[in-house]
């Protein structure tokens, strides 16, 4: 089955609202980060946060490794905010690559 | 911050055809990963690397060579180009193995 879960699929938020983004795994993680992209766009690192809370402006991210989820929490949202949010964790069982999640596509409308 | 830059940033090739991707990083990382980004597959790691002369199979591996030359400069290469190999390649380094990786721009690849 799939390692990492992302939900919502898809968000859509007026301008101002806030947004909750999760990610769940299935086994444990030894590293955790978010990313954004715009559409054919590069993965901008926007958190690396294996366990706690992280903030940075208006986005904050929490992660409990004990209950294998992490969080991207967006607080008043901005149209500039537009675009996928991803999700990835690095396992703890040797390998070394970062799996990812599906994704979530947020818009944020005027 | 890593700098990871990627070259070339669009190829266009034909099915057989030789490609190479070349990517550099300037922030003494050891590890470098490529990965490619398909609609309905995420991102996919092909192959990795934990120092010049070092070579790991990633999850998709077929299909692609690759060779770590310096500690900087990680490259890709297709010796024979298939249309199912048309994706967005991203190349990716980090200080340690469970450490932040910092990715490049990518390189947007079409096999006709």
């Not at chain 1, 806030?18 to 958190?47: D, H, K």
């Not at chain 1, 949010?85 to 818009?107: D, P």
Request: charged fraction near 15%; glycine fraction near 10%; aromatic fraction near 10%.
């Amino acid at each position: 089955g799939q390692q990492v879960q992302q939900s919502p699929t898809s968000l859509v938020l007026q301008e101002g609202e806030n947004a909750e983004l999760q990610c769940n795994f299935s086994t444990s993680l030894n590293s955790m980060q978010w990313f954004y992209q715009r559409p054919g766009g590069s993965l901008i690192s926007v958190f690396y946060n294996p366990s706690g809370t992280k903030q940075s402006g208006r986005l904050t991210s929490t992660t409990v490794i004990k209950e294998r989820r992490s969080s991207l929490h967006i607080s008043s949202s901005q149209i500039t905010d537009s675009g996928t949010y991803l999700c990835a964790m690095g396992e703890s069982s040797g390998s070394w690559q970062l799996i990812f999640g599906s994704g979530t596509q947020l818009t944020v409308m005027p | 911050e890593a700098a990871v830059t990627q070259s070339p940033r669009n190829k266009v090739t034909v099915t057989g055809g030789n490609v190479t991707l070349s990517c550099r990083q300037t922030n003494s990382h050891n590890y470098m990963y490529w990965y490619r980004q398909d609609t309905g597959h995420g991102l996919r790691l092909i192959h990795y690397s934990y120092g010049a002369g070092n070579l790991q199979i990633g999850d998709v591996p077929d299909g692609y060579k690759a060779t770590r030359t310096t500690q900087e400069d990680f490259f890709l290469l297709l010796e024979l180009a298939s249309p199912s190999q048309t994706s967005l390649y991203f190349c990716a380094s980090s200080d340690a193995p469970d450490a932040e990786q910092f990715f490049g721009p990518g390189t947007r690849l079409t096999v006709l």
